[in-house]
């Protein structure tokens, strides 16, 4: 059949596919400085078949249409989430990885994939400073590694069972974190919330308090769950100190680093997350600021044995893996999964470490650029150590601000510039995610300029 590659020849018209493919995809990269971060227009594609299936000029032609309908994360004022432009590399790793359809399920499905898998998130749980037996699963997305992360603390502690038990965090945790308490069967009050401080963070007394009260009522912890990086003001929960409590009793560290994580990776910024090291599980997303295109997400444990234990079953219809590790089946909640690994593997190649480090201090250089343009006296910011960075009129009525952010974001579109508008402690506030690269200095201060002039 011709719709699948050939085996045994060259395949001329499956290499002029690929080719017209990509260069479609080149083109609409390259013109996207001609267009807003969102489009103008979305018009679909049919979606059904016909009954003879489309020629390969029609399918481009069906791509190219909705293509003009997709966010573009690489427009400079593309600034509103945690969605930056895709590293080339990144971009290659995932058009191979379809290519070779292999499945991290099992080692003879995969078998150099499941081994660079292996190693590769051996090195990020190295960097973060995590024991020699730690090591981690790639996953789609950092919700899921959340919730990863919490069944094995739950079954490690023996609390599968036990309907009171309960997970702690600060009330600026993801809401990955809540979903994870319905889905585990808990009772949504089974998530004890502390309000933050005045940073974003956790107050640590608060969090010793509360779990004393608790074990006093006779409810027993799962885990304790610190944010590296929350999602609104960037803030990092006080990790050292969390994890010294945790540690005396004996309590599983969770940290949620899906946007603070990769910042380990550089010694100019690994700093920030000081304290990561102590953690039980942690969540890593490269997709939100290293530029791996979607998805790209890590679980990384302490002791990597520990997720064999949590969700191994047994697999009656596949081969044991060779050598002294575990199947990807065997080690998470996922049973087929993609290569993701390749594009992450390539895009940190890519990069290399001054790379690496290079990226991350731009990304922390341009929020602090802009906080230094924003008007203090008109404006209040909220922002933590990493690259998110929200603002909202500082003498205006709460009820008052979600019109003020309304008619801003329009007016932001109009120049161009795609914020986000999250609701904070009762407020609306303009978010700014300062993770794109091609977001240079003018604009920077044309968005501040916008802001300062909104009030
Ligand atoms: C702190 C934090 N944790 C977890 C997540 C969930 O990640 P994902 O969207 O990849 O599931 C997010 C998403 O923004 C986040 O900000």
């Given at each position: ?5 050939s ?47 489309a020629s ?21 004022g ?8 895709p ?14 359809n ?127 990086g ?23 560290l ?17 700093g ?34 520990n997720?064999y234990?949590?969700?191994s ?11 002294n ?36 201090d ?18 209040n ?12 009129p ?19 579109f ?11 402690k ?15 200095m ?9 802001l300062?002039q909104?009030?």
């Amino acid at each position: 059949m011709e719709f699948f590659v050939s085996p045994d020849r060259a395949d001329p018209k499956f290499e002029a596919f690929l080719v017209d493919a990509s260069s479609k995809l080149c083109n609409w990269l390259a013109t996207t400085n001609e267009r807003a971060p969102l489009p103008s227009v979305c018009n679909l594609p049919e979606v059904e078949p016909t009954s003879e299936g489309a020629s390969t000029t029609r399918l481009l032609e069906d791509l190219e249409l909705l293509m003009a309908g997709s966010y573009q994360p690489s427009h400079p004022g593309a600034l509103a989430h945690l969605d930056p432009p895709p590293l080339t590399a990144s971009i290659v790793g995932e058009l191979i990885s379809a290519g070779l359809n292999n499945n991290l399920l099992a080692e003879e499905l995969s078998p150099s994939i499941t081994k660079l898998e292996r190693n590769l998130s051996k090195w990020f749980a190295d960097k973060l400073g995590l024991p020699e037996t730690a090591g981690g699963i790639s996953v789609s997305g950092g919700s899921l590694a959340n919730l990863m992360g919490l069944l094995v603390a739950r079954f490690k502690a023996h609390l599968s069972y036990d309907s009171n038990a309960f997970v702690i965090a600060s009330d600026e945790a993801h809401v990955s974190i809540a979903r994870a308490i319905s889905v585990m069967g808990l009772p949504p009050e089974a998530l004890c919330r502390l309000s933050t401080d005045e940073d974003g963070r956790i107050p640590l007394e608060a969090l010793k308090q509360e779990i004393y009260k608790k074990k006093f009522e006779g409810k027993k912890c799962v885990a304790v769950i610190a944010t590296a990086g929350t999602t609104i003001r960037g803030a990092i929960d006080p990790i050292e100190n969390i994890s010294e409590f945790c540690s005396d009793e004996g309590l599983w560290l969770h940290v949620d680093a899906a946007i603070g994580g990769v910042f380990a990776l550089s010694d100019s910024t690994s700093g920030l997350v000081k304290g990561i090291e102590k953690a039980d599980s942690v969540t890593v997303n490269p997709q939100k600021v290293l530029g791996i295109s979607k998805t790209s997400s890590l679980l990384l444990v302490a002791n990597k044995a520990n997720l064999y234990s949590c969700f191994s079953t047994g697999f009656p219809y596949i081969e044991p893996s060779i050598g002294n590790d575990f199947q990807g089946g065997e080690i998470g909640l996922q049973g087929t999964r993609s290569a993701e690994i390749i594009k992450l593997w390539l895009g940190i190649r890519q990069l290399g470490e001054n790379g690496i480090q290079r990226l991350l201090d731009e990304t922390l250089n341009r929020r602090s650029y802009f906080h230094a343009q924003l008007d203090i006296t008109k404006l209040n910011v909220i922002t933590g150590p990493l690259h998110l960075i929200a603002v909202t009129p500082k003498n205006q009525k709460e009820h008052l601000t979600a019109s003020w952010s309304d008619t801003t974001k329009k007016l932001l579109f109009r120049k161009r510039f795609m914020l986000s508008s999250p609701q904070y402690k009762g407020r609306s506030y303009l978010k700014a995610v300062m993770g794109n690269p091609h977001t240079k200095m003018r604009h920077i201060e044309e968005l501040a300029q916008i802001l300062n002039q909104s009030i």
